[in-house]
């Protein structure tokens, strides 16, 4: 028997994906070191599925079909490059490696051009979804070579996710474009969970509303054009009962200090590194940033004092928060999205930032009822620069700008921090300004380090002795 597939690293992710592939028919080995993983794995297959697993690098090897595609799913870094090497003396010409966790992108250029000169496509495929994803249908973000996408192409449509019957992955471009577009959802990701968290804190810590009025609150936006994900577990998680005291919601028990594996902070080093402006994902990094300083917080809390001085009554805040999300929501997405567009020229990956939006409708964490809205503004304007250009879109932010300022003033006047709600307002200020004040900076620079600055009425480099 030939196996249609194989999968490099049986913990949780490996193995649903695995089972996920079974399911639709096609036959898959499955490849771990450990020895339990690699027996377990047939002890969880029905008799429709064929699957086999193995210890053995070789005998992995010999069971696939050729040209053999074999995913890695194991930890990003020094695991990849050991998994690689574990294969290689079994491959040959014109295999299909892909990388399905979420490596650092450069670190796949790197493995492209190693393994291109060996003849074997190497593929960077961001994965999203979590377990349940990989189990019953992730979105997937794949690059690579074109080509060779088309010996994966039938199983990943299979496994994917669907929205309205289409599957939520597609060949996005060559190189690390798959680990790139990942690495910005996972951007817009932390910048997304951020503002829902400074949501429930300016509801709870600001206005004191209870836990189960907030929770009522995200239900009901899941059930309209705020509908999403993230939305949805927060509901779910404002009303899990604590079960080891039994007294009140487990949200209230879970330490502050928030955890983070590198994808956020990766996005924003590298939108500088490119200069594309996105404040909004930089300030949610920097929030689990600054969680951590916990003992330093609190001596603050002591010393730092404020009193409230909102006169936004709690019905009028809950009448702005609607809007005010939205728009949060929607300026998040702009600013990931528009990182694409750059990056893309950058590398040139060729991106196609409908077909992006298109694969983030489901299956993803970032999964939201309004990138059905993106993808038809970038199948209008494909070479949308950004997302609040869009007629429509801009439209509904210009509408909706003045709930989203009301609840920002509210969060200043309670002392609420709101680095990523604030920083959409200002990001959407900044970016619809047709003068910046930056001729000052350029003055400033020419003042103390002759940097010499441009005018606005005529042509030519200037240098002026300010003193
Ligand atoms: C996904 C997620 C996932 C990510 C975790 C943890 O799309 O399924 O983005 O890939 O690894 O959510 O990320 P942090 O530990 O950095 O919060």
């Known amino acids: 028997k030939e196996f249609d597939f194989g999968i490099v690293g049986l913990g949780v992710m490996g193995r649903n994906l695995l089972l996920n592939m079974a399911d639709h028919k096609f036959s898959v080995a499955g490849l771990d070191l450990d020895p339990e993983k690699a027996a377990s794995l047939e002890k969880e297959a029905s008799e429709k599925h064929t699957i086999k697993g193995t210890t053995s690098p070789e005998e992995f090897c010999g069971l696939i079909r050729k040209p053999r595609a074999i995913m890695l799913l194991v930890p990003a870094g020094k695991p990849v490059d050991a998994a690689i090497a574990s294969l290689l003396p079994y491959l040959e010409e014109g295999d299909v490696l892909v990388d ?162 590198g994808t956020g902070k990766w996005t924003s080093q590298n939108a500088m590194d490119i200069q594309a402006p996105i404040p909004s994902i930089n300030a949610a990094v920097e929030m689990r940033d600054i969680s951590k300083y916990k003992e330093e917080r609190v001596e603050a ?38 990182q694409l567009t ?31 809205d993106f993808r038809q503004a970038y199948s209008k304007s494909p070479e949308l620069p950004n997302l609040l250009l869009d007629e429509t879109i801009g439209k509904t932010l210009v509408e909706k700008q003045a709930a989203a300022r009301n609840v920002v003033k509210a969060f200043i006047d309670k002392g609420i921090p709101s680095s990523v709600f604030s920083s959409t307002v200002s990001y959407f200020d900044s970016y619809r300004s047709e003068i910046l004040p930056t001729n000052l900076i350029q003055a400033q620079r020419d003042f103390f380090g002759a940097h010499k600055y441009e005018r606005n009425d005529q042509e030519g480099i200037f240098h002026t002795e300010w003193n």
């Open 342 to 372: 750059i990056a893309s020229k950058e590398y040139d990956y060729g991106l196609n930032l409908e077909e992006v939006a298109k694969i983030w409708r489901g299956g993803c964490i970032i999964r939201a009822a309004c990138l059905e």
């Open 301 to 338: 809390s002591k010393q730092l004092k404020w009193d409230d001085v909102s006169e936004t009554s709690e019905e009028e805040i809950f009448a702005a928060l609607t809007d005010a999300f939205y728009f949060g929501m929607i300026t998040i997405y702009a600013q990931g999205l528009a």
């Open 100 to 261: 399905g966790g979420n490596s650092y992108f450069p670190d796949t250029n790197r493995r492209v051009d190693e393994l291109a000169a060996k003849g074997i496509h190497f593929f960077g495929m961001g994965i999203s979804g979590g377990e349940k994803g990989a189990r019953f249908g992730p979105s997937m973000m794949p690059g690579g070579n074109a080509e060779a996408y088309e010996r994966l192409r039938p199983i990943f449509e299979a496994v994917a996710a669907k929205v309205n019957g289409e599957p939520c992955v597609t060949y996005l471009g060559k190189g690390s474009a798959g680990n790139y577009v990942k690495m910005v959802h996972n951007g817009i990701e932390y910048a997304i969970m951020q503002l829902i968290a400074e949501v429930y804190d300016l509801l709870k810590r600001g206005y004191g509303v209870e836990d189960a009025k907030i929770q009522q609150l995200f239900e009901k936006w899941n059930n309209s054009e705020l509908a999403s994900f993230l939305v949805e577990i927060t509901a779910g998680i404002l009303k899990k009962e604590d079960e080891v005291t039994g007294k009140g919601i487990l949200l209230n028990y879970i330490s502050d200090a928030a955890k983070a594996k």
